[in-house]
């Protein structure tokens, strides 16, 4: 059974400065893999997606992710933070089966904290 | 409206009794999806919809609960018998495509149910 792993269930860092949110994923098949953020009190918007192509992705607000299919790995990234990226930031993943249903897989969440 | 609308926003009921969530997705958007949020946890799938039929409901927790969606577009999420454990924010999404998308997911503002 697939399952995503968030490293860090907080992660504080002071405005500015650069920043990396991990995720790790389990499955025994191909995946598309996501992030989405959660602003307080907001529903859950899409940040990013690697479907194919280039293990690069760059998304909304400056962040980016790279997927690494040898580690498993697909690590969210920004150079430099500001205060309003305080927020959930949740990694998911979908399988690429002939039966996909679109439903996505979703980690535990990490809590990115920008402070002054 | 723009978005998906989730409707009421908190429910509270006390152990046993009945409750309908309900999610108006964004109009035209085939597919429909229910999440279960627990406090300090990622979105838990529970059911998914392409159009009026439910093709994927693995991630109910058991027969208490039960969604429908007669006529494609709006979805009821229905639990009977409600215990303290099914409090958490149920969250719907819906997408315009039908899979195998690509996983975009468009989320509501979630109901918070509270059962005491």
């Known amino acids: 059974a697939q399952s995503v792993t968030q490293l860090d269930s907080q992660v504080p860092v002071f405005e500015e400065a650069p920043v990396e949110l991990r995720c790790n994923y389990s499955?025994?098949?191909?995946?598309?893999l996501f992030w989405y953020v959660q602003y307080p009190n907001q529903g859950l918007q899409l940040l990013l997606k690697?479907?194919?192509?280039?293990?690069l992705v760059k998304g909304i607000n400056g962040f980016e992710a790279e997927f690494n299919k040898s580690q498993t790995s697909f690590h969210l990234r920004k150079p430099s933070v500001h205060i309003s990226d305080t927020a959930e930031y949740f990694c998911?993943?979908?399988?690429?089966?002939?039966?996909?249903?679109?439903?996505?897989?979703f980690g535990q969440g990490t809590t990115l904290q920008v402070k002054p | 409206g723009a978005g998906v609308s989730q409707t009421p926003s908190n429910k509270v009921t006390e152990k046993g009794k009945y409750v309908e969530l309900r999610c108006d997705p964004i109009?035209?958007?085939?597919?429909l999806y229910w999440y279960r949020q627990s406090l300090g946890q990622g979105p838990e799938f529970l059911i998914y919809?392409?159009?009026?039929?439910?093709?994927?409901d693995s991630g109910l927790p058991n027969d208490r609960f039960f969604a429908v969606r007669p006529e494609g577009s709006v979805s009821t999420l229905k639990i009977q018998r409600t215990e303290r454990g099914d409090s958490a924010v149920y969250l719907c999404?819906?997408?315009?495509?039908?899979?195998?998308?690509?996983?975009?997911?468009?989320f509501g503002e979630g109901s918070r149910l509270t059962v005491l």
């Open positions: 919809f392409q159009g009026t039929g439910a093709a994927d």
């Open positions: 499955s025994s098949v191909s995946v598309y």
């Open positions: 999404a819906s997408s315009l495509q039908p899979p195998p998308n690509t996983g975009e997911l468009f």
């Open positions: 109009s035209g958007h085939t597919a």
């Open positions: 998911a993943v979908s399988e690429i089966v002939g039966s996909n249903t679109g439903k996505l897989i």
């Open positions: 690697y479907l194919s192509g280039s293990t």
